[in-house]
């Protein structure tokens, strides 16, 4: 079904794995403005297929891997590409977002999305080209890692240029958080790979010599490059990050009291100089290095044994560095290597273990790891990916651990999915967002908010006013950026400059002082997409898919496709039996404060839980109300 507008292909395809049938899924324009792309695309089909009734491993189970609009199109960070299904993890909707160049090579083939469904006759990778379909038994790649499954399947190719994903012996062996690797980049979340692992799916490569369409060529041109300069003069976009990548958080969050430490048991790490970025950059990086299109470049490569690799982001140095009491830079090195290539999720791996070790050290599992002793760690790895030993139970995440041992107080997940490196005991917002995210324990799908609270400005971190409101906004934003198959951290550049270079500055201090203040405009804001009208200088967002798809945009509409696909996500999740109740985080968070002697420092969850239905137009369940949506055309 082709479209009137330029940046899409025009094809969603339907692959039944089962029977190697092919054929296109419907989709149309009015869809298109409605849903843009993305995760939002992904979801709306899904919305439509899933009753409530099925599970990650099974036949029903579609696997919707699409693209925005702008990939392809040249627009800063647009190579990204997003898969969404059940997740063996939560047994709920989710999403899994990747940079690598699988999304731009899918569009080049002429297709802007496809849907896996059924289950493989046997093990199969899948080679397509335009328009063929080809499913070759895979018995060589099966029982490989990442590196080798890469290495041979360009061999099977034989092109230079193509695009392709591949799992690991983790998502083989259906851990539960194994993930998807394209190139060096990884949907790392949700356990995307267990779920292609039980469907018999080693990989899936594309090419093709199609071109994206795009509207207005010479203004898009113009407009990407006015884009790509101020991103490449922002503190956070230009400095921070091609400079030292997310691992610069680390000595940010210790300061702040925000970096997850001993199981979450604390917010500071004292050997956090060990584990820095800054040490990183001196000692180990070689280069910066970007996804395709990417001014930003925030991906770093390191040597590990005389190999060239990617090098760990924020939440690797995080999680396995202080939350499991190491400081010993060259093993997190070695360990997230040996992850990418078992094709397992560093959060949720580094996360389960740090449970098990402390399960251990309270005597509800003995089970022979310790904090701070490492030494026999990359073995359990190992075990995990290939489920052997303790591995098998470990394969299985912190939840269901908890469920079976106890220490569910100390489970640090929301929904299934374990959190990122960040402590919200420190920001509570941050916490509001990891236990409303529609995905579970995610930092960015909870709204990030924790840049708000210190890691960017400094508004008041223990306050619980106007963070529901502002989380809205944020997951709204992110929503529709990722929509538009780009990296959110183009949104970082959403913040001034100058409130970020003069953090004391008079306009700064107004701003963070006033932020707690705000929950009333931002809230009509989010609730009147119209007061929004317009294109917003610092957010080059909107008008770029205005000019390359032709599609008229402005930050209202933007924002309330974010809410569409927020709430429809949500609406999903209903279907699975999420409400309020589901909303929640360990008690370590909620209920102990982080300091003693600051009873603040804990994150008051129901009473923002309360704000945030309310402006999401939920009900005290946090079910979406009827009436919100028909507002949002979502039923
Ligand atoms: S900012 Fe980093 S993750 Fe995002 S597209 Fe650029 S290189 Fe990839």
């Known amino acids: 079904m082709s479209s009137k507008y330029a940046g899409y292909m025009g094809k969603v395809m339907m692959v039944d794995l089962s029977t190697e049938a ?14 843009l792309g993305g995760k939002i695309m992904a979801a709306r089909i899904l919305c439509d297929h899933l009753t409530g009734k099925e599970t990650a491993f099974s036949e029903e189970n579609w696997v919707v891997i699409s693209t925005g ?114 190139d060096e980049r990884a949907a790392g979340r949700t356990g995307m790979g267990a779920v292609l692992g039980w469907k018999g799916l080693k990989a899936i490569t594309v090419t093709g010599n199609k071109t994206v369409p795009i509207y207005d060529k010479e203004k898009t041109s113009a407009w990407c490059k006015k884009w790509f300069a101020y991103l490449q003069k922002h503190p956070l976009t230009g400095n921070q990050l091609p400079k030292v990548g997310t691992a610069g ?17 604390a917010g500071q790490y004292e050997h956090f100089e060990d584990v820095s970025g800054e040490r990183l950059a001196e000692e180990f990086n070689i280069t910066n290095k970007g996804c395709l299109t990417c001014p930003i ?37 070695d360990w997230n290597e040996q992850l990418d290539d078992l094709g397992m999720d560093t959060i949720s791996t580094a996360n389960t273990i740090a449970w098990a070790m402390e399960a251990n050290e309270k005597g509800l599992w003995d089970n022979g790891l310790h904090f701070g002793q490492l030494d026999e760690l990359s073995d359990v790895f190992e075990d995990i990916a290939h489920r052997r030993g303790i591995g098998n139970e470990l394969a299985e995440g912190s939840k269901r651990l908890s469920q079976k041992y106890g220490g569910k107080e100390f489970a640090m997940h929301s929904k299934g999915l374990e959190l990122a490196a960040y402590e919200p005991r420190r920001a509570v917002g941050q916490g509001l967002g990891y236990a409303v995210s529609n995905r579970g324990g995610c930092h960015l799908n909870g709204g990030y908010l924790v840049i708000l609270e210190g890691l960017g400005l400094n508004v008041d971190a223990q306050t619980p006013k106007a963070k529901a409101d502002f989380t809205m906004l944020f997951q709204d934003l992110m929503e529709t950026i990722s929509a538009s198959g780009q990296c959110l951290f183009t949104s970082y550049a959403f913040f001034p400059a100058f409130l970020l270079t003069k953090p004391n ?131």
């Open 505 to 635: 500055g008079i306009i700064t201090q107004t701003v963070n002082m006033a932020a707690p203040h705000v929950g009333g405009a931002v809230r009509l804001i989010n609730k009147c997409p119209r007061v929004a009208a317009l294109h917003l200088p610092v957010f080059h967002h909107t008008k770029m898919i205005k000019l390359a798809t032709g599609m008229y945009m402005d930050f209202g509409k933007y924002i309330q496709i974010g809410e569409r696909g927020y709430t429809m996500e949500r609406y999903i999740n209903c279907k699975f039996g999420i409400s309020s109740a589901n909303d929640k985080l360990p008690k370590r968070l909620t209920d102990v404060p982080q300091d003693p002697n600051e009873p603040k420092t804990k994150i008051p969850l129901e009473t923002m839980k309360k704000t945030y239905y309310a402006a999401r137009g939920w009900d005290k369940n946090g079910i979406p109300t009827e009436a919100t949506l028909r507002r949002l055309k979502i039923k």
């Open 22 to 35: 092919i054929s296109e899924y419907p989709w149309s324009d009015e869809q298109r403005e409605l849903y």
């Open 69 to 182: 609009p702008l990939t392809g199109t040249g627009a800063p960070s647009s190579a990204r590409f997003n898969i969404s299904a059940l997740s063996p993890q939560t047994g709920i909707l989710a999403s899994s977002n990747c940079g690598g160049s699988f999304g731009f090579h899918l569009k080049k083939a002429g297709y802007d999305a496809l849907i896996l469904k059924g289950k493989c006759q046997g093990r199969k990778w899948l080679e397509i080209n335009e328009d063929q379909f080809i499913f070759h038994d895979c018995n060589d790649l099966w029982g490989t890692r990442v590196s080798q499954c890469q290495e041979m399947l360009t061999q099977l190719v034989g092109k230079k240029k193509f695009g392709k994903l591949c799992i690991g012996p983790a998502g083989e062996n259906l851990v539960k958080y194994a993930a998807v690797i394209s």
């Open 297 to 333: 470049r925030c991906a770093r490569t390191v040597k590990v044994h005389g190999k060239t690799v990617k090098g760990p982001e924020l939440e690797t140095l995080g999680l396995l560095g202080g939350n499991i009491c190491n400081n010993d830079l060259q093993k997190i090195l």
């Open 249 to 265: 958080l680390v000595s940010s969050m210790q300061m702040r009291g925000l970096l997850s430490t001993k199981n979450y048991s």
